[in-house]
Nanobody
Framework: EVQLVESGGGLVQPGGNLRLSCVGS????????LSWVRQAPGKDFEWICT????????NYLGSVKGRFTISRDNARNTMYLQLNSLKPDDTAMYYC????????RGQGTQVTVSS
């Protein structure tokens, strides 16, 4: 069974930073294309970024490019999302998933940006 578990969210002031983690199990992590998505209150899910199996392919939503950094450590079955220069509009529940497979999302981790 594919399982992805997110962690690292929290409450941060505008301009602050957070690092999210996503630990995978039940599949060959090192072969998987993985993504981060988010859902703000009352809004649809929004794709943020994707990383290929060996990290040579990376793509970002325009509004987060230059502020967010996706990475992975296949030896630890873990993917990361470094969130820098956070804005109130970044407030959302953040999820990791296998690319194109929304059913693999974990329980999410809440990021709240507020002063």
């Amino acid at each position: 069974e594919v399982q992805l578990v997110e962690s690292g969210g929290g409450l941060v002031q505008p301009g602050g930073n957070l690092r999210l983690s996503c630990v995978g199990s039940g599949f060959t992590f090192s072969s998987a294309v993985l993504s981060w998505v988010r859902q703000a209150p009352g809004k649809d899910f929004e794709w943020i970024c994707t990383i290929g199996p060996d990290s040579t392919y990376i793509n970002y939503l325009g509004s987060v490019k230059g502020r967010f950094t996706i990475s992975r450590d296949n030896a630890r079955n873990t993917m990361y999302l470094q969130l820098n220069s956070l804005k109130p509009d970044d407030t959302a529940m953040y999820y990791c998933q296998q690319q194109g497979r929304s059913e693999t999302r974990g329980q999410g981790t809440q990021v709240t940006v507020s002063s």
